[in-house]
């Protein structure tokens, strides 16, 4: 079973950058074919897809984020990661890393922007 767990801090200033990191368990994120994301939900709003990092370490992003995400990864642990740089108090949400595409999400974990 493929198990994801965010983690990082909770409260972020604006104008600072959010970086998170998702570790997976159960199972490789250079699988074959396997796509990895990370994906957010403000406070009343819906789900909003941030962008992935594909089994061969390429990403895509999200144009709605204009330039501001960067995802990495580490696979020496398992890990990929998220970096929103500028945030401001519209990127407070719920951030989600996930295999959506097998169903596997993490937990979230909230993150607020806040002086």
């Known amino acids: 079973q493929v198990q994801l767990q965010e983690s990082g801090p909770g409260l972020v200033k604006p104008s600072q950058t959010l970086s998170l990191t998702c570790t997976v368990s159960g199972g490789s994120i250079t699988s074959s074919y396997s796509g990895w994301s990370w994906i957010r939900q403000p406070p009343g709003k819906g789900l909003e897809w941030m962008g992935v990092i594909v089994f061969d370490g390429s990403t895509v992003y999200s144009p709605s984020l204009k330039s501001r995400a960067s995802i990495s990864r580490d696979t020496s642990k398992n890990q990929f990661s998220l970096q929103l740089s500028s945030v401001t108090p519209e990127d407070t949400a719920v951030y989600y890393c996930?295999?959506?595409?097998?169903?596997?999400w993490g937990q979230g974990t909230q993150v607020t922007v806040s002086s």
């Open positions: 996930a295999r959506f595409a097998r169903g596997y």
